[in-house]
């Protein structure tokens, strides 16, 4: 069968498919998955019920029952083919005021479908089954396989998710994060550091006169809030051709204080979002915000900074036949021509 002849029977059983990928896609948007309150045990099992539908081998990977990844294929621990990943979980809805429709309704309007997860990347789940399928039809089995990791929203490097499988044997020949939402093929994806900084410092009750002769108490929000503003003129210099328009970032997202309204608080601490590029050093990083850290210690104020996620940064070149491929597709297929 020559490559034409293959493109056309692909578009033809693609052609059948677009009702079934639409309403799984539903399926999964309806089925909660939220990171910290969901367990992916029901996605899991729902993607593995219509991998068996649809004739596709599947197999659940857990070292957390409750939380199972899943592999659609064959070949798990084998050098060859493509890997499609996906991640099950999502991040919360928030105030469901600022949603159009609900976020687990999973309502199409006008060839859009609304819902918490449908871009990152539930939609991406539900082609990449079809996906197989399609190849199966084919006769070409072993071209793909997918995998959907949980606990990929609490920073990416969860001992129970990608990092477990990759630790079971996982392997590919190359891989595709199905995240359908970008026009462009991505070769890279940026650092991630994420730490806790801590303030310990004195408690005492703000009516009384020792705090107002500050003779007693020392504020630790105050402190924080000092450090948080010094995070403003930290910075990290340079660019990566592999993420045109990106630079160095950092964002202070979570703040916990305070332990009553009448008492100086004798602690705080703030989740400070770090996004690096390949030619920036994380750790050289966290060492700059731990001497950051130290400017602000003071007499009965101390800081401490903990480190909760560290991932480097990573980029291939564009040159590889994976991207010269998907570039092309892209165009062809797309009618998009990518960055």
């Known amino acids: 069968m020559s490559m034409k002849e293959i493109e056309h029977e692909i578009k033809e059983i693609t052609g059948d498919f677009q009702t079934e990928v639409t309403e799984f896609c539903q399926e999964l948007v309806r089925t909660r998955s939220v990171n910290g309150i969901n367990d992916e045990k029901e996605m899991a099992e729902l993607i593995v019920r219509r991998a068996k539908t649809l004739g596709l081998p599947s197999e659940l990977f857990a070292l957390d029952p409750r939380r199972p990844n899943v592999f659609i294929g064959r070949d798990f621990d084998k050098r060859d083919g493509l890997l499609f990943i996906a991640h099950l979980d999502t991040v919360p809805e928030g105030d469901t005021k600022n949603w159009k429709h609900d976020p687990f309704e999973a309502r199409i309007e006008e060839g859009k479908l609304y819902g918490r997860g449908a871009i990152d990347c539930k939609a991406g789940i539900a ?68 730490l806790w900084v801590e303030v310990q410092g004195e408690a005492a009750h703000t009516g009384s006169l020792k705090w107002q002769k500050r003779e007693k108490g020392a504020n630790a929000i105050t402190a924080l809030a000092a450090f948080i503003k010094g995070l403003e003129d930290f910075h990290l210099e340079g660019k990566h051709e592999a993420f045109p328009g990106y630079s160095f970032t950092h964002t202070p997202t979570i703040i916990e204080g305070g332990v009553g309204e009448s008492i100086v608080p004798d602690q705080a601490k703030v989740l400070v979002d770090a996004r690096l590029l390949p030619n920036h050093d994380n750790e050289e990083y966290i060492r700059g915000i731990k001497a950051l850290a130290s400017r602000f210690t003071a007499p009965k104020i101390r800081f401490n900074v903990s480190v909760k996620t560290n991932i480097p940064s990573v980029a291939i070149s564009p040159n590889e036949p994976i991207v010269q491929i998907l570039k092309r597709l892209d165009e062809e297929v797309m009618g998009i021509t990518p960055d």
């Open 127 to 194: 082609l990449s089954i079809y996906a197989l399928k399609i190849l199966q039809d084919l006769d070409r089995p072993g071209v793909a396989k997918f995998v959907g990791v949980v606990d990929e929203e609490s920073g990416a490097d969860s001992k129970l998710g990608a990092r477990y499988l990759l630790d079971e044997g996982l392997k590919a020949k190359a891989a595709i994060y199905t995240y359908p939402g970008v026009d462009t093929v991505t070769i890279g994806h940026r650092g991630l550091v994420r």
